[in-house]
């Protein structure tokens, strides 16, 4: 039983996260609405970034997790919060590797949903402007 | 060596006193139901729900504009360029940036996702010209219409034709 317990505790948090992303229609909307320019994998391509373990470095801050949220393709695309919040944690865990944290919070609909209302319009000047700060900031605590 | 073995007997003899064979089963049948509870893990979860076949049973004509696939195509065929469905004619370079669409394939019944990558870098091949348009969107929905040009993220900007190639299953929310 202590046995168990133990798996329980140590899978519990990761079932429960994976709980929230329908895998199938998570890709089926990435495809639709993300891919056509980032590419199956997320590599991307010419000026399009790349998000394969990549992305996980915006969460370091709350701006760069704002972030993932207000960029145009995100914050103005056609799908509902619900969707948008399950397509980014699907990157984030599909693609996301090493720059990922095991224990990052996922995105709520609340929270993309109160996000999107301020799309970016000059994306990457901010995008330049917030790896440097991610940079500094992890060169801090590295000191 | 002597020390060695006797740690090992020592540590042998210990858990055969303080342990039964009921507890080994209780600890393996832990681990087992523990196991179990691998699948849920994201990516295991997502390799497992590719349920659609990837390569779906098709019948029809690939150089003609009524094949399933074309549903939402606004170009030359590349079937009919040198190409075909899923590959670009020699000489040209398939473009990493697309337009993605959805068909309902008439043999199964069932949506997919078709990726529509252009073939760049010769100038237009002129030949089966077909504009089907079904998902298409006005131009300021730039992800969703075909009428710009998704020769991007290649060497050359030229369009030549275009492929319909089978990426996936679409999601069906019923």
Redesign the interface.
């Known amino acids: 039983?202590?046995?168990?317990l133990?798996?329980?505790i140590v899978?519990g948090p990761?079932?429960g996260?994976?709980?929230d992303?329908n895998?199938?229609?998570a890709?089926?909307?990435y495809?639709?609405?993300c891919?056509?320019?980032h590419?199956?994998d997320g590599t991307g391509?010419?000026s399009?970034p790349r998000m394969k373990d990549q992305v996980g470095l915006f969460l370091e801050t709350q701006s760069g997790r704002d972030y993932l949220v207000r960029v145009p393709?995100s914050a103005i695309s056609?799908l509902n919060d619900e969707q948008l919040a399950e397509v980014l944690n699907w990157i984030l865990?599909?693609m996301g590797g090493d720059s990922v944290a095991a224990d990052f919070e996922p995105y709520t609909a609340n929270e993309v949903g109160d996000l999107r209302v301020e799309p970016l319009n000059e994306v990457e000047r901010y995008r330049s402007q917030l790896l440097l700060e991610i940079a500094e900031q992890r060169s801090r605590q590295a000191n | 060596m002597k020390i060695i073995d006797r740690l090992f007997e020592r540590k042998a003899r210990s858990l055969a006193q303080h342990s039964s064979r009921r507890s080994m089963l209780r600890g393996l049948g832990g681990f087992l139901v523990g196991a179990s509870a691998l699948p849920l893990l994201p990516v295991a979860r997502e390799a497992s729900a590719q349920t659609g076949p990837t390569t779906p049973q098709e019948e029809g004509d690939q150089t003609s504009c009524d094949y399933w696939r074309y549903c939402a195509i606004d170009g030359f065929l590349c079937s009919c360029c040198g190409g075909t469905a899923n590959s670009c004619p020699p000489g040209t370079e398939m473009s990493p940036i697309t337009w993605i669409g959805t068909c309902r394939n008439p043999v199964d019944g069932r949506n997919y996702v078709i990726s529509y990558n252009d073939c760049c870098g010769k100038s237009g091949c002129g030949s089966c010209l077909c504009q089907r348009d079904e998902g298409d969107r006005p131009i300021y929905r730039s992800d969703k219409t075909n009428d710009v040009n998704w020769c991007l993220g290649t060497t050359s900007s030229t369009y030549h034709c275009s492929s319909a190639i089978v990426v996936g299953l679409a999601f069906d929310n019923k």
């Open positions: 039983m202590r046995v168990l133990a798996i329980l899978l990761l079932a996260l994976a709980a992303i895998p199938q229609r890709k089926f909307h495809q639709m609405h891919e056509g320019c590419t199956p391509a010419m399009v393709g056609a865990v599909e």
